[in-house]
Structure formats: C-alpha cells, structure tokens
C-alpha cells in the first residue's frame, strides 16, 4: 500500500472511533423535569402507600442532583442497581418531563431509610424525608 492511502486510511479509522465515541459518551438529554410522582411500600402494619406529587422546585433540585451524581439514566433505570432481599422499602416513582413524556423507576432498599452512599440508598432516604414531611410521620 502507498504511504499517502495508508496514511488515509488510519485518519479514515481515526475519525470514525472519534465520532463513535462522541456519539456513545454523551448522556441523553432530558426535558426538564416537571413533577415526580411518587408513593412508598413496606410490609408493616399501619404503613401507607399514599402516592404523593413534588412540584417543588428546592425538592426537583435535589432529586436531579442525586440523578447527577450517580448518574442515572431515567428512561431506562437499571433495577440491577436495587438491593436483592426481603422487607425492604420499595418506592414507586413516575417522572414527569416538560415534554409530556415519562420516566419509571421502582427502587429497593433492604436497609433503614438513610443515605449510604449508593442510588438506591440515597434516594431511598430522599424520598422517606419527602413522605415524612408530607405526611408528618
């Protein structure tokens, strides 16, 4: 092969692994984030899976930041992500974008509802706090 079709052919593969990339590395962009349904289950007595809705934007804020850290996509929220027990809170939430869409997660959290470090755990505590204040328990 010639040097100048060879020297072609490398910038050719160059240029193609460099727009993959970009096109793989981006996150997806979302439309605002409207409200967040959301409602939490546990099977003990006198526990209330009242569904409640955040308009809020001081409490929008603070889920979006926890979606940032961990970067959580919410179109396809990976349930691998939940923790594999028994008893645990389950919260069911339904997001709801300035484009009319939706975005559905259900996390699982065996532990006490406090930050720990992970997704689930954080947002666990994040959404225990909101039903606390709502609800006054």
């Not at 010639?2 to 692994?17: D, E, G, M, T, Y």
């Not at 939430?93 to 939706?102: E, G, M, P, S």
Request: contains cysteine; hydrophobic residues 40%.
């Amino acid at each position: 092969m010639r040097p100048i079709a060879w020297s072609s052919a490398i910038i050719a593969i160059v240029l193609a692994v460099f727009f993959a990339m970009q096109l793989v590395s981006k996150p997806v962009s979302l439309a605002p984030i409207e409200t967040i349904e959301f409602s939490q289950y546990q099977a003990v007595p006198n526990f209330t899976d009242t569904t409640h809705v955040v308009s809020d934007e001081k409490r929008l804020d603070a889920f979006r930041t926890l979606v940032s850290r961990y970067s959580i996509d919410l179109r396809n929220y990976d349930e691998t992500l939940n923790d594999d027990c028994t008893g645990g809170l389950s919260t069911k939430i339904t997001i709801h974008f300035t484009d009319a869409t939706l975005g559905k997660l259900r996390i699982y959290d065996c532990g006490k509802p406090l930050a720990g470090g992970t997704f689930v755990t954080d947002a666990t505590a994040l959404f225990s706090s909101w039903r606390a204040a709502d609800t006054g328990r």
